[in-house]
Nanobody, 116 residues
């Protein structure tokens, strides 16, 4: 079983920065993709950023140039550095992983609120 522990959410004014962390624990041989999704009430969960084992990154158009995803494989941890935050970045951010090539796990979510 895989467990994800997220941290780093909070309240920030527009233009500010936050850094999210996601640590994976449990029984697995390898972590393939790690990523972050965002959801606001009444809307579908949407991809924010993903990073592969080889370091390939993929971002939503709305966050390109402002957000940076990275990972520390030794710590089984992914990070999302969010700069120049906008009110529309507000939402619950969920970490997700694919382990052992096929198991998809989601974290409990962390709230990010950006005030105008």
């Amino acid at each position: 079983q895989v467990q994800l522990v997220e941290s780093g959410g909070g309240f920030v004014q527009a233009g500010g920065s936050l850094r999210l962390s996601c640590a994976a624990f449990g029984s697995f041989r390898s972590i393939n993709t790690m990523g972050w999704y965002r959801q606001v009430p009444g809307q579908r969960r949407e991809k924010v950023a993903r990073i592969s084992t080889g370091g390939y990154t993929d971002y939503a158009d709305s966050v390109k140039g402002r957000f940076t995803i990275s990972r520390d494989s030794a710590k089984n941890t992914a990070y999302l550095q969010m700069n120049s935050l906008k009110p529309e970045d507000t939402g619950v951010y969920y970490c997700t992983t694919v382990t052992d090539g096929m198991k998809n796990t989601w974290g409990q979510g962390t709230q990010v609120t950006v005030s105008s």
